[in-house]
């Protein structure tokens, strides 16, 4: 969004960020954790790609499960188990296509 062209761009904007952090945490203290959750949700609620969804309930239904697996944990419990929860659900279904793999037999008989 800003227009950089190089990974230097990004190192630069990392080491802004730090600078503010270091210097702005103290004053950051006094704002109410509700407001400081708002600026989280206003900044994050843009990465959400609501065109990615549709195409995947389209095509295959069980890819959507662990997304909505880890959102379901992360907004009724905590944000880490969310992702936990997600990952597992995610490894399980992965694990459950490899244990259970489609074989196909077939059978020939030759002419003697």
């Known amino acids: ?20 952090l270091a210097f702005l945490m103290p004053y950051c203290a006094f704002i109410p954790k509700a407001t400081l959750s708002a600026v989280i949700m206003t900044a994050v609620i ?5 065109a990615v969804v549709k195409p995947l ?5 069980l890819d ?4 909505v697996v880890s ?3 992360g907004l009724f419990y905590e944000l880490d188990k969310g992702i936990f929860a997600g990952v597992g ?3 399980l279904i992965v694990l459950y296509g490899i244990a259970r793999p489609k074989v196909t037999v ?4 030759f002419e003697n």
């Open 1 to 20: 969004a800003s227009g950089v062209k190089t990974p230097l761009g990004g190192i630069f904007t990392g080491g802004l960020v730090i600078l503010c």
């Open 46 to 50: 843009f990465s959400v790609e609501y």
């Open 57 to 61: 309930w389209g095509s295959k239904k």
């Open 64 to 67: 959507l499960v662990p997304g």
């Open 71 to 73: 959102f379901l944990v």
């Open 89 to 91: 659900v995610h490894v």
């Open 106 to 109: 077939e059978v020939k008989q």
